[in-house]
């Protein structure tokens, strides 16, 4: 009436197998939940230091080496906040930049607007009693310069010694050093120069990032997949038979994380 199953090895085997997928895909659901917490507490902290960076402004100050820095608090947005929640800002840059829209290559926009006021004495040099030329030149170190020529000619009218500008020539050299910084969560970008009388009366930067929530999707995709399979192959069955021909079967894989390999959408 009942009839006897023979239980082999392999059935074991198989049974052992599918437990341990079936744990390990109990492990990394667990694992990606975490990640997606994780990636929305990060996503809340950077919307937060967003709004300390609408309200910063310019910090200066003068360094050890005598460089003048100016510093202030970056934004981070990804690509689509960017264009949806940050259209103002994105369309200034798109004015400037040219195409941006799909901002794929670009992982950083930065702009400053600058003032300079200098006070300096410059001596003339008078000739023939009518003309005076103005020439100066300052250096003032690490690829910091600035030149002035000028001439005025000099003549007398209505009893009056009156001049006129002939021509004006004003060339400046400024460098520049730039970083970003991350500290405590909060991007500051700070520019140095050594060139006097230099103010940034605004400094503006962005960083683009990937989404916190996708990027931690992305990385903890599940590795155990279960598949319907379809193909031609060799069967070894009971008393030494070969089959071979179409064979339909159901798959459960797992492929480590090394073998998950992202790719450029």
Request: proline share 2%; glycine share 6%.
């Amino acid at each position: 009436m009942f009839k006897s199953l023979e239980i082999k090895p392999i059935h074991f085997i198989s049974v052992i197998l599918v437990l341990i997928l079936l744990l390990m895909h109990q492990c990394n659901r667990t694992a990606k939940i975490k990640a997606i917490n994780g990636g929305l507490e990060k996503k809340v902290e950077r919307v937060e230091a967003n709004v300390i960076a609408s309200q910063d402004s310019v910090k200066y100050y003068k360094n050890k080496n005598n460089f003048l820095v100016s510093e202030i608090t970056a934004y981070e947005f990804t690509a689509n906040e960017l264009k949806n929640e940050a259209n103002d800002l994105y369309t200034k840059y798109e004015d400037a930049l040219g195409d941006i829209k799909k901002l794929k290559r670009v992982n950083q926009l930065l702009s400053a607007e600058i003032s300079i006021k200098e006070v300096d004495t410059v001596y003339a040099f008078i000739e023939s009693d009518s003309v005076l030329y103005f020439n100066d030149s300052t250096d003032y170190g690490d690829g910091n310069w600035r030149k002035w020529n000028s001439k005025i000619s000099l003549f007398e009218k209505d009893n009056k010694l009156t001049g006129a500008l002939n021509s004006f020539s004003y060339e400046q050299g400024i460098k520049l050093y730039s970083s970003v910084e991350e500290i405590d969560g909060i991007k500051k970008i700070s520019i140095a120069t050594k060139y006097p009388g230099l103010t940034f009366n605004n400094i503006e930067g962005i960083s683009l990032i990937e989404d916190e929530i996708n990027k931690a999707k992305e990385e903890n995709k599940s590795r155990v997949r279960l598949g319907l399979g379809l193909g031609y192959g060799v069967t070894f069955t009971t008393g030494n038979l070969v089959y071979h021909g179409p064979q339909v079967g159901v798959f459960l894989t797992y492929t480590p994380k090394l073998f998950n390999f992202k790719r450029d959408k």
